[in-house]
Structure formats: C-alpha cells, structure tokens
C-alpha cells in the first residue's frame, strides 16, 4: 500500500526528535565529564604552585620549564621545605642542566642539609656555567669559606697525625729503651750466672784434680801432672762413672784376671762405646789406656780426643788421623809383633804442639802432623769386640 505525503513528513519529524533528544544526552555527558576532570586539576593544582605552573607551561621550551620548577624551588626553600625544594631542583637541573641559577639554588639547599661538600660543587658549578650580579661575590665567598674552612680541617688532621706519629714514636721509643733494659738485665743476669758457673766449674775442676791426683796415687809414682784419672777403684758393680755419657752395655766389675783390680767390660754382644765429657785438657798431653783384648775378631777400636780419631785394628788398616798403618799381631814366625790378644796392652797417644804420636806398650807406631787441632773437651771410645779397661790417665807434658 502506498504510503502518502503525509505519512513520510510525520515520520520524518519523529527522526528528527529522538536525533536531537541523543545528541542532547551526549552533550550532557561529555560537560559532566569535563566538570569533573577539571574539579580533580584544580584540586592538584590548589595544592602544589608548581605543578600549576608546569601545567600551564606544558608545551612550551625545557628553558621555560626549568624557569617554574626553579620559581616552585625557590618559594619551597623560602618556606623552610628544603627537601622538596631540593626535589624541584632536581626536576629544574633535568631539564636545564647548563642553568647557573639552579646550580646556585642547589648549593643553598645542600648547605642548609649540612652537605658542605655538595654545596661547594654546586657554587662551583655555578660559578663555571656563569652567574651575575651579587650571586657571583655570594657563590665565590661561600666557596673561598669552605675552602679555608677545608685547608684549616686539613691542617688540624695533619697536626692531629703528626701528633699521632709523636706518640707512637714516642711509644716506640719507650718500648724499645725498655726492652734493651730488660736485654740488659737479662744480659746481667746471664754474666753473673756465667760467672759463677765458671767458678763452680774452677772449683769443680780444682777438686775434681786433688781426687784424681789422691787416686792416682794408688798406682802412680808423679801425680802433679795428672789432669784426669780413672781406674775405676771408687765406682759400684754394674755401673759406670758418674757424668759418663752412653755405655749402656758396660759396667764395671772386679777382674778375674788382675787380682785388686776392677775393670770396665761389656756385659752383652754388640758395638760398646762411651763419652768422658768435660776434660781439662792442658796445651800439650798425654792419654794412656790400660786395657786387654779378649776378643780374637779384628773389629776396629777408634777412640776421638777432640777433632783427631785414631783406630787400631789387628792384621788391617789401622789410622791416626789422616795416616794409615798397620799392627802386626805377635807369633812365632813375627815375635816382634803386638800380643794382641789375651794380655794387657797401653795405648798411648802423646801431643807436643803439632806432632802427634802413637804408641802401644811403649813402642812407637806412628807418628803425624796436625797444624789445625782443636782443643778436646771430651774423650769418646768405641769397640765391638770382647775387651777390659782397667785404667784411663791424662797428663800435662
């Protein structure tokens, strides 16, 4: 059914008025919208100038920026708000870091904290990117202040170090004086302790010689040349002479063979030897060793007086010192030959300046040289055969 002109016009107007009815309520929601957007920037606005002028200035150059946050920083230091001064600054160096003003700006704030070396970077800065009027003579007066306040903390650290140095030099010095008087003492100490063993060892020694000259005249004809003596009368079954060092395997016993005698032997198999320390000797001597040899093996006997060794060894090398020779041993196709075996023999090693001489039953062995002798203190003996000692003399020549 067609639709007449009537129709079409009435139906066009009802287009138009829900049309406008929408775009009504649009505008209506768009401006409640705009209303409250603006209610929350005046809010931020009324409570922080800056950010007012930030806001408005949005779109211009950093240069310009810089300026608002600079004037904000400026009205908060005023106010006493350091901190969030210096938090403006901070936005203002952001955006203009060659700007003189917030450099100086930043060095009032950091001496108002306390951070002296801060500020005087800051003035400094300043001072470099150009400042003008009074703030020139403000930033370099401050500056020159904390350079003299900085040179004169410098010297009182120097002072208070070389004061520091005093002491410990002075410390040091007491310590070291006070150690060498302990050194000293001790040192005293040491001398009279010295002194008075050697006294005791003079003394020792003096008895020691008056014993060893009353025994020696047991079986001695000239006793004033005896330095030391030993024959064994005055020392108990199983033992050796006191201060002997070794001889774990002799003792001294009576002889079976020398009736009245007593005669130091081992008493078990092996390698024997002993040390006599703490002999006397005179510049020029003479040792004698009463013994007998029961053993038929031919171990070697060595005695070392000082640094000279001597060793007798039957029907081998026998040695005194660097020379070497040897003992025949007596029988009937050599009856000059040494009774070894089974009798009683005397060693005797005699010291006249630098010659040495051997000699067994009196007759002469060998003989040497010896220009780099040191003085004995000890005579050391050692065997590993069966034998006796009956007797050990030191003389004075």
Same mark, same amino acid.
């Given at each position: 059914?067609?639709?007449?002109?009537?129709?079409?016009?009435?139906?066009? %107007? %009802?287009?138009? &008025?829900?049309?406008?009815?929408?775009?009504?309520?649009?505008?209506?929601?768009?401006?409640?919208?705009?209303?409250?957007?603006?209610?929350?920037?005046?809010?931020?606005?009324?409570?922080?100038?800056?950010? %007012?002028?930030?806001k408005?200035?949005?779109?211009?150059?950093?240069?310009?920026?810089?300026?608002?946050?600079?004037?904000?920083?400026?009205?908060?230091?005023?106010?006493?708000?350091?901190?969030?001064?210096?938090?403006?600054?901070?936005l203002?160096?952001?955006?203009?870091? /060659?700007?003189?003003r917030?450099?100086?700006?930043?060095g009032?704030?950091?001496e108002?904290?306390?951070?002296? /070396?801060?500020?005087?970077?800051?003035?400094?800065?300043?001072l470099?990117?150009g400042?003008?009027g *009074?703030?020139?003579?403000?930033?370099?007066?401050i500056?020159?202040?904390?350079?003299?306040?900085?040179?004169?903390?410098?010297?009182?650290?120097?002072e208070?170090?070389?004061?520091?140095?005093q002491e =410990?030099? =002075?410390?040091?010095e007491?310590?070291? =004086?006070?150690?060498?008087?302990?050194?000293?003492?001790?040192a005293?100490? +040491?001398s009279?302790?010295e002194? +008075?063993t050697?006294? =005791?060892q003079?003394?020792r020694? *003096?008895?020691? !010689?008056?014993q060893?000259?009353?025994?020696?005249?047991r079986?001695?004809?000239?006793v004033?040349?005896?330095v #030391?003596?030993?024959?064994?009368?005055?020392?108990?079954?199983?033992?050796?002479?006191?201060? @002997?060092?070794g001889?774990?395997?002799?003792?001294?016993?009576k002889?079976?063979?020398?009736?009245?005698?007593?005669v130091l032997s081992p008493?078990?198999?092996g390698?024997?030897s002993?040390?006599?320390?703490?002999?006397?000797?005179p510049?020029?001597?003479?040792?004698?060793?009463?013994m007998?040899?029961?053993? /038929?093996?031919?171990?070697?006997l060595?005695? /070392?007086?000082?640094?000279?060794?001597f060793?007798l060894?039957?029907?081998?090398?026998? @040695?005194?010192?660097?020379?070497?020779?040897?003992?025949?041993e007596?029988s %009937?196709?050599?009856?000059?030959?040494?009774?070894?075996t089974?009798?009683?023999? !005397?060693?005797? !090693? +005699?010291?006249?300046?630098?010659? #040495?001489?051997?000699?067994i039953?009196?007759?002469?062995?060998?003989?040497? &040289?010896?220009?780099n #002798?040191?003085?004995?203190?000890?005579?050391?003996?050692?065997?590993a055969g069966? #034998?006796?000692?009956?007797?050990?003399?030191?003389?004075k020549?």
């Amino acid at each position: 059914m067609p639709i007449s002109n009537a129709d079409q016009t009435l139906h066009i %107007r %009802r287009v138009y &008025r829900i049309s406008k009815i929408v775009i009504y309520s649009l505008s209506v929601i768009a401006g409640l919208l705009i209303l409250a957007a603006i209610y929350t920037e005046l809010k931020i606005v009324a409570s922080d100038p800056t950010y %007012r002028i930030a806001k408005i200035v949005e779109n211009i150059s950093y240069s310009d920026l810089a300026k608002a946050y600079v004037f904000g920083a400026e009205r908060l230091l005023e106010q006493g708000k350091v901190e969030e001064g210096m938090a403006r600054l901070d936005l203002a160096v952001d955006k203009a870091p /060659n700007n003189a003003r917030v450099w100086l700006l930043k060095g009032r704030a950091y001496e108002t904290l306390g951070n002296e /070396n801060q500020a005087v970077d800051s003035y400094r800065r300043a001072l470099t990117l150009g400042l003008s009027g *009074q703030e020139i003579e403000e930033a370099k007066r401050i500056v020159r202040r904390y350079e003299k306040k900085g040179e004169e903390e410098a010297r009182i650290a120097q002072e208070q170090q070389r004061r520091k140095e005093q002491e =410990r030099q =002075r410390q040091a010095e007491g310590q070291r =004086r006070q150690a060498q008087e302990v050194q000293r003492q001790k040192a005293e100490v +040491e001398s009279q302790e010295e002194e +008075e063993t050697q006294h =005791r060892q003079v003394a020792r020694q *003096q008895q020691t !010689l008056e014993q060893v000259r009353q025994a020696a005249k047991r079986t001695l004809n000239v006793v004033d040349d005896v330095v #030391f003596y030993e024959d064994f009368f005055e020392v108990s079954d199983g033992l050796l002479p006191k201060e @002997w060092v070794g001889g774990t395997t002799l003792g001294v016993k009576k002889s079976q063979l020398r009736p009245g005698k007593r005669v130091l032997s081992p008493f078990q198999a092996g390698r024997h030897s002993f040390t006599i320390p703490n002999i006397v000797f005179p510049k020029d001597f003479r040792v004698e060793f009463e013994m007998i040899n029961n053993s /038929n093996c031919c171990e070697d006997l060595i005695f /070392n007086i000082g640094n000279l060794s001597f060793g007798l060894h039957t029907n081998g090398d026998s @040695w005194l010192g660097d020379g070497k020779f040897r003992i025949l041993e007596y029988s %009937r196709s050599n009856p000059q030959g040494l009774k070894w075996t089974g009798d009683v023999i !005397l060693v005797t !090693l +005699e010291k006249n300046g630098p010659v #040495f001489k051997l000699f067994i039953n009196q007759r002469e062995i060998k003989m040497i &040289r010896k220009e780099n #002798f040191s003085k004995p203190i000890s005579i050391s003996f050692s065997y590993a055969g069966d #034998f006796g000692i009956y007797r050990i003399v030191v003389y004075k020549l």
